[in-house]
Nanobody
Framework: QVQVVESGGGLVQPGGSLRLSCAASGFTFSIYVMSWYRQAPGKERELVASISSVGFRTNYADSVKGRFTISRDNAKNTVYLQMNSLKPEDTAVYYC????????WGQGTQVTVAS
């Protein structure tokens, strides 16, 4: 049974940090490209960051470059998103996504940046 479970969201003040985690099971995690997407109210879901299967290549949306870092631990079947210098416009539901032969999505975790 495939499971993709995000955690680590919450309420944080502008300028603060959060670390999201995505724990996966039920598929061969180490061969999948892993990504984080986000969707704000009334907006389309957008790609935030992605990381290749062994972690050598990463890709970021322009809006988060220099502030967010994606990483993975294939031994733990987990991908992370370290988010620093958070802004109110980063407020969204953040989703973990796995892509190779199939596409798998998590249920999302809410991130709210507000004072």
């Amino acid at each position: 049974q495939v499971q993709v479970v995000e955690s680590g969201g919450g309420l944080v003040q502008p300028g603060g940090s959060l670390r999201l985690s995505c724990a996966a099971s039920g598929f061969t995690f180490s061969i999948y490209v892993m990504s984080w997407y986000r969707q704000a109210p009334g907006k389309e879901r957008e790609l935030v960051a992605s990381i290749s299967s062994v972690g050598f290549r990463t890709n970021y949306a322009d809006s988060v470059k220099g502030r967010f870092t994606i990483s993975r631990d294939n031994a733990k079947n987990t991908v992370y998103l370290q988010m620093n210098s958070l802004k109110p416009e980063d407020t969204a539901v953040y989703y973990c996504h796995a892509q190779y032969w199939y596409n798998y999505w998590g249920q999302g975790t809410q991130v709210t940046v507000a004072s």
